[in-house]
């Protein structure tokens, strides 16, 4: 098992340029997660899927778009990028079960904005 | 939303030596996890402890959930054990607020 991957692992953008990250897993998990960490500081939540077909804003959504077209893979836009989006982007996946819901962590993306 | 606070921000300490990382947070959760963050960014799992005790060799923690808070031990330190620690509790739908995280440097 790969668990959770993520395509690129860097990119470099120009100011106004866009971009899709694309995360996969193969561990059957109905959710996924998008995080972004900044220096310094722990994992914010942008967006997040409980199902195919579905997304939900998470605590800092301004700026990027998300779907869940396939359970598998879950994919973060940005549409118009800019410097304050320079981030290393974490996704997760985990269970619905409570009890046994452990999010699991991809590599990460280190994307820097000029 | 729920808070989650990490003591100590910053520890250093001397190959061989033991430590204690304190995580509170201001909700009942029915998820808590601790992460190691290792020098390359990867984000590793170290426990899954909504409540109880776990140990895993020389790492262990406890979750006190009616009093909104967890330790997590690190005994024999390496070298290895560099990096950032993170705590991070999940509220509802599964979703996870992280701490600042505690940076531990283990010197030789």
């Known amino acids: 098992n790969a668990g959770v991957t993520q395509t690129p692992k860097f990119r470099v953008l120009k100011t106004g340029q866009s971009m899709t990250l694309l995360c996969a897993q193969d561990?059957?998990?109905?959710?996924m997660y998008w995080y972004r960490q900044d220096p310094g500081m722990g994992l914010r939540l942008i967006h997040y899927?409980?199902?195919?077909?579905?997304?939900a804003k998470g605590e800092v959504p301004d700026g990027y778009n998300v779907s869940r077209l396939k359970k598998q893979n879950f994919l973060l836009g940005l549409e118009s990028a800019a410097p304050s989006q320079t981030s290393v982007y974490f996704c997760?996946?985990?269970?619905?079960?409570?009890?046994?819901?452990?999010?699991?962590f991809g590599p990460g993306t280190r994307l820097t904005v000029l | 939303g729920i808070q989650v606070e990490q003591s100590p921000p910053d520890l250093i300490l001397q190959e061989g030596a033991n430590s204690t990382l304190r995580c509170n947070f201001s909700?009942?959760?029915?998820?808590l996890q601790w992460f190691h963050q290792n020098p390359w960014g990867q984000l590793i799992n170290l426990f899954y402890i909504p409540s109880g005790t776990k140990q895993n060799g020389r790492l262990s923690a406890t979750t006190v959930a009616t009093e909104r808070y967890s330790l997590l031990y690190i005994s024999s330190s390496q070298t290895t054990d560099s990096g950032v620690y993170f705590c991070?509790?999940?509220?509802?739908?599964?979703?996870?607020?992280f701490g600042q995280g505690t940076r531990l440097t283990i010197n030789p």
């Open positions: 899927s409980v199902g195919e077909g579905t997304t």
């Open positions: 997760a996946s985990s269970t619905y079960r409570k009890g046994a819901d452990e999010q699991f």
């Open positions: 909700d009942s959760v029915n998820n």
């Open positions: 991070a509790v999940g509220g509802g739908a599964q979703k996870l607020v």
């Open positions: 561990m059957n998990h109905e959710y």
